[in-house]
């Protein structure tokens, strides 16, 4: 099942040269770029977690500088989904003008709709993703760490968070452990 959230959906995935092309226009319109990602992309799920800051100040020929961004979340985190979001601060108040999926994992294990009987013959309906029956961190495949919150500082820094196969040091090499010599002496 392929996950239809934001604007070209139902398109083929979009090329960089696309992706590129969108942010430019966005930028053309004063909107402000921002990437985020998740493994939970429940359709009524639309805040995801941030790459880093959004960008206010880029000019429309700056949109390589906002695709750097999208590479690199992307290289952060492969098995999540990516999404650029275009926000329009036009109206005094931030508002999503335009938003797109640029990353999704190999496979979409779809979601499955739970009926619930209610009084009165009375019909309720959920949507369940598949996906959600791992752990955050663990969904897709990532052999990520469970943790659910993301140090602030990252998001600033644009570095991957516990749950990227990149680790929080930003290589996929294993970090070698702190020595812990002289702790507990006295």
């Known amino acids: 099942m392929r996950i239809t959230q934001g604007q070209f959906s139902f ?4 090329t960089d040269e696309e ?14 770029i921002m990437v985020e990602y998740t493994d939970d992309p429940h359709p009524r799920n639309n805040l995801w977690e941030m790459w880093k800051a959004p960008a206010f100040d880029l000019e429309p020929d700056e949109a390589g500088e906002a695709m750097k961004d999208v590479v690199a979340c992307r290289e952060a985190y492969p098995n999540h989904y990516v999404k650029v ?9 931030q508002t999503s003008a335009m938003s797109f999926i640029v990353n999704r994992p190999a496979e979409e294990p779809g979601f499955r709709l739970e009926r619930q009987e209610k009084r009165d013959r009375q019909m309720h309906y959920t949507i369940q993703a598949y996906s959600a029956q791992d752990a955050m961190g663990r969904r897709y495949g990532n052999e990520g760490d469970l943790a659910s919150t993301r140090d602030p500082a990252a998001v600033q820094d644009a570095t991957p968070g516990r749950d990227s196969p990149l680790g929080a040091n930003g290589s996929a090499a294993e970090a070698e452990p702190a020595s812990d010599e002289g702790v507990g002496d006295s």
């Open 85 to 93: 979001v275009a926000y329009d601060a036009s109206l005094g108040r």
């Open 19 to 32: 992706i590129e092309a969108q942010i430019s226009y966005a930028l053309s319109n004063d909107w402000a």
């Open 11 to 14: 398109l083929d995935e979009l």
